[in-house]
Structures are given as C-alpha cells and as structure tokens.
C-alpha cells in the first residue's frame, strides 16, 4: 500500500464508509477532472494506482477492493461532483479497506467522504451536501494548505487540530468561530472545545448564552510586547511578553505570569481563559488573565533576571493595578521573581499598592498560596473518595512535575497516609562559561520512581536538590533503592490517583493508555489542561474519574484573594485553621459543581460529572455577570 503524504492530490473518494452501507464493497475507481490540468500537474490527476511490491519483484501490481454491487450511474455522477473536494488527502488503510483521510484531522467519515444525507439522492441534495462539506472549516484548512504547498513548499504540521463532534448546531457555530479567528492557536482551541462541549446542554436550553459566550471568547484585551535585556557578559537579548486579560465582569483580574521558553499567545490565551473559570468557580469572584514570556530563567544569574524582570515590567505595568490586574506565579515565576516585578512596579507607579498575590504579604511574612494549590487538590481527592466510602489511608500516587504545587501534593499525601511513589524532573539548564563564551548543557527529562514512597525526610532532600537545581538522578546516590528513569513519563507505573502537576499536555493519549492500564481510577489536576483531547477521550471511555484543575485547585485563588483582603490576616492563623478554611472552600467548589452537573442531566457517577458541571457553573456566573453589565 502506498500511503499519499500531505501535499499529494488524490482526485478519488473510497468507500465504503460505516455510517453509510448503501454502497457495500466499493471498488477502486479513477475519476478525471472536468477542468483541464496544467503540463505539470496531468500527472497528478491521472487514475489512483495503490501499489504492493512482491518479494523478489521490482514491478507494482494493482490492488483491487473486493467486488460488489453498485448503482454505476450514480455513483459516477457523485464522484464526479466531489472528486475536486479531495484536493488535499491522503489514502490510509483502516480494518482492511483502503480509505480516503483528511489531512487536517486525520480522519474520515461522512463529512469528509459522501453525501451527509446518508444515501446519493438528487442532484440538488448532492449539491447542498457539497456546499456544506466546501464550507466547513477543516476542509478550508486543507484548501489553504493546498495552495501554500504551491508557493512555499508543504508546511510541516507537527500538531494538528484535533476537533471533536458536537451534537447542537449552535455549539458547532461557536467553535467554528474560533477556528476561523484563530486557526493556529492549538492550546487555545483545545481549551475552547472542552468548555464548549460541556456547555451544549446549557446554549440549546437558552439560546441567550450563545452571544454571551462568543463574546466570552474573545479577550478584553491582549498586550505583546518586547523585553529586551542585557546578560553579564553585556550582550543584549530580545524576549517577547504577553498578558491576557479574559473577563473582569466579575471583578479585577487575577492570573499567573509564567517565563518558559514555549511561551506564546496561544498559550496566553488559554491560560487567561482558564484562569476565568476558575476565578469565576471560586468563592471569591474575580476576573482571570494570564501571561508571562518566552524568556528562560534557568541558568541566569540573579542580575540578569532582576534586569530581565524590570524591563518585563516597564511595559506591563501600565495594564496593571489592584482594581484592575494582579499577576500571581506560575511556572517559572517564584518569590524571586515576584519581588524584582514588584519592585519595578512600585518604583514606576510612585506608590506601595500591595503585594501582587503570591510571594510575601506586604514583605513581612510568607504566603500561604502556594500550599494553598497543593493541599487543595489533596483535599478535592478526599471528597471523591468519601463519595465511594474510600479514603487516600494506604493508597499509591504518582505525581508528576516538581514545582512548589508538586511538593506541597507530596507532602499532604503523606500526612493523610498515603503513599506518593513518583516525582518528575524538568529540563535542567545550567550555563557554563567555556573560553569566554556561555554554553548551556540540558539535561533531559525523566522521573524518579520510590516504591518505598516518599517520607518528610526524602521530601527534604528533593527540595534541596530542586533548590539547587540538579536533576533528580541524585537522589538515586542517597536512597539506592529508588530508580530514575531518564526521557520518561511515570504513568506506566502501578498507582490508585494521579497527580499531573506539570504542564499543559503532559498526558498524551498513550500516556492515558499507560494510566488505565496502571489501574489508575482516579486524576486530579493540578497544572492546567494536563491531558491532551485524545487522552480525556481515553479516561473518559475507562470510567477514569477526571477531577478538573478549574474545581481542584480553586483552593490557591481563594487564599491569594484572602490574602489581598483587609478583611482578614491570614499571618494570624494557625495551621489547623488555615486547613480547616481551605478544606471548607474546597468543599464549596466540590459541591456547586455537582450541583451544576445534576441540573443540566450529568449524574454523580458519571465520570464527566466533575468536569462538566464545573464549566456550566463557572460560566453561568460570568453570564450573569455580563448580562446584568450590557454589552460591554
């Protein structure tokens, strides 16, 4: 079988398809075009050859599909019709029939193959079913793609959009919306289609919400801006900044700043939306943004990010302020960096507003947001497990990542006795300077595996060797016990709950395989959108329990706004209280989801109770929100 590339044309529809058994063991069949074709291209339109090579032979042999009944003339003039719609394709086999694939989402089916009315009917219902299959999005795509490969050569598309069907019209509208505006914007459109999913029931009970939630989508505003800075060594760098700022219906924004080098608008984008339904799920209503830059921290020296961070901040300050923005931390945001931010910004405004929410309370004492995160997501675990009379006593967890929310999930595991077996590692930069010039050694990714699991006293070393900045591997050198695994996920490994606390798509589909296979039965988010479409789709269909990032780690945004709050000291609190108020919040967020899941049809055994009912609810807060303002 020869498989056609993208960029290849193929003027030839394959059946037969399963959602249409009119046409039952289709053969292959040529079609010409009715246009003539250029010299160069009428080698391209000439009749499909899929071609197989005997052992021992040079010559191609044509392959025939089995022979079947079909209506000739119909079939003829249908093919006829759509063979210009196949422009941009590519033949696959699937179960033992070769079929005709979309390049864009790898897929076939009834859309992308024969008449959407399931069978060939008239001429004029042939023709609206081609009108509507031309003016979808992905087949758009792929005519622009098309014709870029002309002029440019093929594009190389290393993540394609992966669009899910949606069974309202109006839902389909949304989402086609954002795929016109922002076809490039992967993370984005991922983010949008599983908020959009869980809100169909919602847009076909009341068609008001469709334009609340289109102008939902679309960002108050977004600032890019450049941040250029000068190393040690006096040469000067260009990185780029970015601040999403979604809603403030219901108050000012609050939203992380990250510095990572896969920084971008999209990711912008997706992080300041999901930020809004978070803030919006949470008791305290606030408005979400977020942000950060391209910019790299690790293996920099305390100046150089201090110079980088003031520069960031001469430009971004101007969007800022209590009543209107205050950035929080994110991955590779720390106190270190909070503090050379707000210094900049109190030097530029003239006035001391505050802390921005997450290194120190007025720089006289710790922030308690962080641990907030962390334990959060412990706590929305245990209100699972209570639901099916189970406790975390005695249960395996895996945990990736191995930040400050990672930490603090190992810690509070072990103090309601469970047992946390794993931690991921990041890229590790260190720079060295070799004969006057800088060098940066990477050392890869991997994870740390204990089956004894870890206790306070491996707790601490791991700090200290993340402090330090070193891989994982050492600590290997104290507990020989324990393996590192280098270039590797730890979702293979036997557990009851996971813990994604990395990234956004650190679980891709044959991760989620690996999980259901592990016996995982359970996974709280800890980063935002850690699972990939493809891998939710997997959990979903093996009754893995998803509990959302948005519900789950609600805990850090109500203490980085109590924080804020002249209402309450949070310096004054004990650690008993501050758990005992935090394990309250969580309850709070756990319990509107459910409630919100139950009055739009979704159980509370359903494994997409949590996920649903905690995007209908955070929603329908902004919607109110935006209504009661006007369009605005």
Known sequence: ???????????????????????????????????????????????????????????????????????????????????????????DVHEGTPRVFCSVCREYGRKHRRNPYGNEGSRNMQMSALEEHNNSLLHKEALRLQMASKDKGVPIIERPVYVKALMSKSASSILELVLRRDPHEVEFIQCVQEVVHSLEPVLVKNTQYIHILERLLEPERAIIFRVPWVDDRGETHVNRGFRVQFSQALGPCRGGLRFHPSMTLSIAKFLGFEQALKNALSPYKLGGAGGGSDFDPKGKSEAEIMRFCQSFMDELYKYLGPDQDLPAEDLGVGPREMGYLFGQYKRLTGHFQGSFTGPKIFWSGYSLRTEATGYGLVFFARLILAEMNKELKGLRCIVSGAGKIAMHVLEKLLSCGAIPITISDEDITARVWLEGNACYAKHSKGYLLDEDGFDYVKISLLRDIKVQQRSLRDYVKSNPRAKYFEDAKPWSEQCDIAFPCASQNEIDQPDAIALVNSGCRLLIEGSNMPCTSQAIDILRKSKVLVAPAKAASAGGVAVGELELSNECNLMQWSAE????????????????????????????????????????????????AMIDQGCV
Not at 46 to 70: D, M, N, T, W, Y
Not at 611 to 619: D, K, L, Q, S, T
């Open 1 to 91: 079988m020869v498989v056609r590339g993208i960029g290849e044309e193929i003027d030839l529809e394959i059946g037969p398809g399963d959602d249409d058994p009119s046409f039952p063991s289709t053969t292959l069949v040529g079609v010409t075009t009715h246009e003539p074709a250029a010299p160069e291209e009428q080698e391209d339109h000439k009749q499909l050859i899929l071609s197989s090579h005997s052992p021992g032979e040079g010559q191609p042999q044509l392959v025939k599909a089995p022979q079947g009944k079909r209506k000739k003339k119909v079939v003829k003039k249908w093919r006829e019709e759509w063979a210009d719609t196949y422009k941009w394709a590519y033949v």
């Open 577 to 624: 209280d501050f758990e005992a108020k935090l394990q309250d919040m969580m309850k709070q967020t756990y319990e509107r989801s459910l409630k919100a899941a139950s009055e739009y049809g979704y159980l509370k055994d359903n494994p997409e109770a949590l996920v649903h009912g905690g995007n209908i609810c955070a929603f329908l807060n902004l919607a109110h």
